[in-house]
């Protein structure tokens, strides 16, 4: 009994950073993206926890037309919201944002339409994102350690112009086209 009131006493004068200095931060990073997108994109990554923080990863994913927010609060302020851990969570979700085994272990996101429930819940729809370049941010937050974040090498470009291969007159007035 003394020798655990020791310990306590111990562990509670430690000062806060040497505790956290045995939790270390989550593992995130993009992997792959793109380069170009309509109706869906398929988004490698890695994201992984070492430590069990008793189910407390909050995770999400960003796009924004630049690379240059400098902070977690300025992504989740100013980014689009593609998906987050409901995604897994929730049963409307695809279940394919997750978070892997290992450090190394890769894992895809596909972004599309994750449909009406989750775009109630902020989630955005790759077709309902305005055209141009983005960059792709992940965040993950373990709750004990200050959150992280990665953010994609290079933009993607969000293009819903459907390409035309060859034109034709089939009349007066009349314009065939056809797409690849």
């Not at 509670?12 to 270390?24: H, W």
């Not at 890695?46 to 909050?58: I, N, Q, Y």
């Not at 690379?67 to 989740?76: A, D, E, F, T, Y």
């Not at 790759?126 to 992280?148: I, K, T």
């Amino acid at each position: 009994m003394k020798s655990a009131l020791a310990l306590a006493t111990l562990l509670c004068s430690l000062p806060i950073s040497a505790q956290e200095a045995q939790n270390t931060a989550p593992v995130v990073q993009i992997v792959a993206a793109g380069p170009f997108a309509a109706e869906t994109l398929p988004i490698s990554y890695l994201l992984f926890d070492s430590e069990e923080d008793a189910g407390t990863l909050r995770y999400s994913l960003y796009a924004y037309p630049d690379n240059k927010l400098p902070s977690v609060g300025q992504i989740q302020t100013f980014a689009i919201m593609v998906a987050d851990e409901q995604d897994l969570l929730n049963s409307k979700g695809t279940g394919d944002f997750a978070e892997g085994q290992s450090g190394a272990d890769l894992q895809t996101y596909t972004w599309d339409d994750p449909g009406p429930e989750l775009r109630g819940r902020g989630f955005a729809a790759l077709n309902r994102v305005m055209e141009g370049n983005f960059y792709l941010y992940l965040v993950a937050d373990d709750g004990v350690n200050e959150p992280v974040f990665s953010v994609s090498a290079e933009p993607v470009h969000i293009n819903r112009s459907a390409p035309v291969t060859a034109v034709s007159s089939i009349g007066w007035a009349q314009v065939k086209t056809a797409r690849p």
